[in-house]
Structures are given as C-alpha cells and as structure tokens.
C-alpha cells in the first residue's frame, strides 16, 4: 500500500498496483522547499527507519508523510513499512500455529463455510474453473459456459474476483449487461465473448462470481453506489476475539472496487466504541488531503456514524471466533440495508490503511501492547505445538 498509482488496465479485470518506484530527486526537493527538511536529513530518517522492525522503504517513508516535522521521533517510529507489517503479522499468525491460513484465503470456501453457520456473507453466483469443483454451484468449464452464463443465468449487478488473491487484483463489477454488451463499473463497456475469454486467460484455476451487494442508503448518499467495505481488524490474545480499530473504505466514483490504492479513493478513521468517522483522507504523501465533506457528494463525513454498527462488530469476532487460532485477521465488511456482510478475511491486513487513515504508526502506545499480547500468546501455542512433536 505505498504510493502507488493504477496500472493501464489491459482488459476488463482490474491489474494489481505497480510497483512503488524509489523516491526521485524532485519529490525530495519538494518536501525539502515545502517542510524544510533538508535533503540529507530525509536520507538520514529513511536508512534509519529501513533497520529493526521498523522495515520502511523510501518510498513508504514519503507515502506516510513522514518527513512532517510535526511529527516527533518517537511517533516516527511507531509507523512500519509493508515488510514491518508482514513480519508483525506472522507474529501473531505463525504457521505452525495457524494451520488453517490456506483454507481462510480460499474465497469461495471461506465464504461458503460462512454461510452454512449463518454469517452473512455476499452469495456466490457460479466458479469458473477449468479443473476444480464446487459441489451443487455452478462451474464455468470454459469461455463459452462463462458467456452462456453471463447471457442467461446471472443476477445483476454482479461482482467477479479471483477465488486466491489480494490488493483487489482482477476484480471486477459489471452493473449490467445490454445485449452482449456488459456496462462495468468503472463506466467502461465490454463485449461478453471478450470478457469471458479474458476471465478463462487469467483465471482458469478459479474465478468466482458473486452478488454485487448495495451499500446502505446511509453510506451511498455520502460514497455512491459501490460498496465501499469497513475493514475490521480483530484480533486474540486468548481471551477471545476483540476489535482492535477499523476504517472505512471509500471507492472512487470510476473505481473497480474499494482498494485505497485506486486513484480518488478515500480512507475514514472510525471510532470502535461507535462508528463515528474521525478523519477522513485522500490520496498520501504530498498529495494527501484531509477532508470532512465527501469531494463529489458534497456530503459531510467526518461525525457521520455508521449504521448497523454493534452488528459490524458483532459478525467481525463471530466469524474470528470461527478460526480461534488466529492471533489477527482483517475483515472486509459490506454494510447494507438488510446488515452488515462479510465479504473476505485477511490473514495478513495491511496496516497501511489505518497508519494512512490515522496518520499514527501501527506500532503506538495504544495498539503495541495489543500486539505484544496476542504475539505472546501465539509464542506459547507454538512451544506447546513443537513440544508434542518432540514427544511423539
């Protein structure tokens, strides 16, 4: 989640970020004009906070503002880069402890299981898959069954993402289909027999299809019509899942899906104890705005609560409480008028979102100690673990 921009889409689905690029010679001379942090200074900052747990690459450094004099040392020091965040995680989510990180990443599995134990989740349409099966559910062997299936017998609005992946890579929301014309969501038109050929391309192991849920009217008024999820992020030290903070999820007006990494989208702070939005912010680095009011609804964010809150929460620890041995996961939540909907679960959430949202690092006062326990927690598990391998 550095500062990155959206790649030329080459079809319908939508490409992954490109790759953070090292900070050019220009942004460096804008940040030492406009803050007055000398250039040595920035380098100096950058490769002390590349050591340790911190991992902060250059380009991260600038992303999360960190060359804001305001900002103490010590706040500085609270914020990690993406290999810090992983490294965090693994912490709390060790494999040998969390077994079950395979299955949780499996879309369609994951949310199938959900639903059996009454979790709303968003319903899965059809699989397309040259090879797997899916029990009763519809599979799309091929282009053909995919386009058949687009013609005849899906429910639109329809949303489509590969069942393994991250960063909102090859997904897609078609709004509606006229003729053999399919209207995306990001205002684009594709041909059905083009789309299916693109969808068996670069996803013949597995791509699901699944209902485009309407965001509550409460939300749409201020963000559109796309869902723009809250990630909650629980976590459990043992005593059981708990919420550790969330932000909402803002898609641009012409975006694909929610991910903060498309162009215009927005991040929202929310208060836990009651679904407040506190800051709202477009865009890092440089480029990053804070805004109370919506830039194209003109709707105030900032104080607004959101609605179904204690459910959002609620189906966030349900759905934890699920897989217990996990010490973290990040949930994706779709709140609509009908509640609130799990639409996945992240063994390894970016912390990027809140330490962008916040403007605070992930590792504060606050949320340190919550880490610290959960982490400590999975250090017994796996002593107890490895100790009755030894045993056998």
Known sequence: MTDTGIQAPKGALLDAPGKAKKAEASLIAQVAKAHGISPLRQMREIFSMRRGAQKLSGPEYYSLRLFDPSKSIEDKRAFLGQAGVNALNTSMNPPVAVPTRAFVGNKLLYTQLLTQLGIPTARTQALVSAFRHAGALPVLRDAEAVAGFLRTDATYPLFGKPHHGSLSEGSVRIKARDGDILRLGNGSQKDIDAFAAEVMDRYPGGFLFQDALTPHPDMARIAGPSIGCVRVVTVNDGAGPKPAYAVWKMPAPDAMSDNFWQAGSLLALLDLSTGEVLSCIRGTGLGAEALSMHPTSGE??????????????????????????????????????????????NDNPSHMLYQIAAGRGVANTYLAPVWQAVAERQTKQVSKLNAARRAK
């Not at 409480?321 to 009908?338: H, L, M, N, S, W």
Request: contains cysteine.
């Open 300 to 345: 105030q964010v900032v104080g607004k609560m959101l609605p179904h809150w204690e459910e959002t929460l609620k189906v966030a620890q349900d759905a934890h409480a699920v897989f217990p041995e996990f010490g973290i996961c990040g949930f994706d939540i779709a709140v609509t008028a009908d509640g609130a909907h799990i639409v996945e679960c």
